[in-house]
């Protein structure tokens, strides 16, 4: 009897792992990432906190100025996870200023690890995301300045400026300290070394020299 409600601890606890794919809740106040230390954890260990500083919460990271968004998709995001804010490793939290030229994307995504609630500040973005097998649903909008707009966890997501003469920004909070992005046409394309043409041309019903053609281009990163 005892053996098997044991197993059934570890089954529950088990399940219980797999269904909390966000970040796990502190147990401290904080725990400022000692990015220095040999040990590794899910995370990071946590600096000494008799040696923690105002500074270890504080990043001057120029949020309020535009950036360079003359890349292919003509977006820029300017990430604020852990590594650049040491103080933010267990808080499950993070934050993005996205940059969108006239008719600039941020191109088809996913987020692995959290969920992102975007508000635009500046100019119009049509923004959406699917759902998962088998409906594929896609849930999108035009937003204007001040409008708010949530991408579940996980989703494939995008923004696209339909203005042909100005720029758009973005503010974005990520529910990880590490949300991790996969950019579809990148991580599909763009992988290296690349997936055999034989594997993407069965998976997008196409001719293989359409796949080769798309694996020839340059897949640029716009996350910083
Ligand atoms: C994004 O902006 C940063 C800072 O302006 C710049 O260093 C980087 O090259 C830009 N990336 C693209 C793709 O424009
Ligand atoms: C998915 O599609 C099926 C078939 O059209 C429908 O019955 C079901 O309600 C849909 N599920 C959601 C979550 O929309």
């Known amino acids: 009897m005892a053996t098997s409600y044991f197993l059934l601890t570890v089954f529950l606890a088990l399940a219980s792992s797999q269904a909390i794919a966000s970040d796990p809740s502190p147990l401290q106040d904080f725990c400022v990432a000692d990015k220095d230390s040999p040990v590794k954890v899910n995370g990071f260990v946590c600096k000494d906190p008799t040696h923690v500083t105002a500074d270890d919460f504080f990043k001057a990271a120029k949020l309020d100025e535009p950036r360079n968004t003359k890349g292919k998709v003509g977006s820029n995001v300017t990430l604020i996870n852990v590594m650049q804010l040491a103080g933010l490793n267990t808080l ?11 008719l600039g994307e941020n191109p088809p995504h996913t987020h692995p690890r959290a969920t992102e609630i975007l508000t635009v500040l500046e100019g119009t973005l ?14 999108a909008k035009v937003l204007n300045k001040g409008d708010v707009f949530v991408f579940p966890e996980g989703l494939i997501h995008f923004q696209f400026n339909p203005v042909h003469d100005k720029p758009a920004v973005a503010l974005a909070a ?33 001719e293989k020299g359409a796949i080769d053609w798309l694996q020839a281009q340059f897949w640029e990163n716009n996350h910083y």
Request: glycine share 6%.
């Open 92 to 102: 499950g939290i993070s934050l993005a200023r996205i940059d969108y030229a006239p």
């Open 174 to 206: 990520l529910s990880s300290q590490n949300p991790g992005v996969i950019t579809i046409a990148n991580a599909v394309f763009g992988s290296k070394p690349p997936i055999s043409d034989d594997v993407l041309a069965k998976a997008f019903q196409v």
């Open 126 to 139: 049509y923004v959406g995301f699917v759902t998962s097998n088998p409906n594929n649903t896609l849930f």
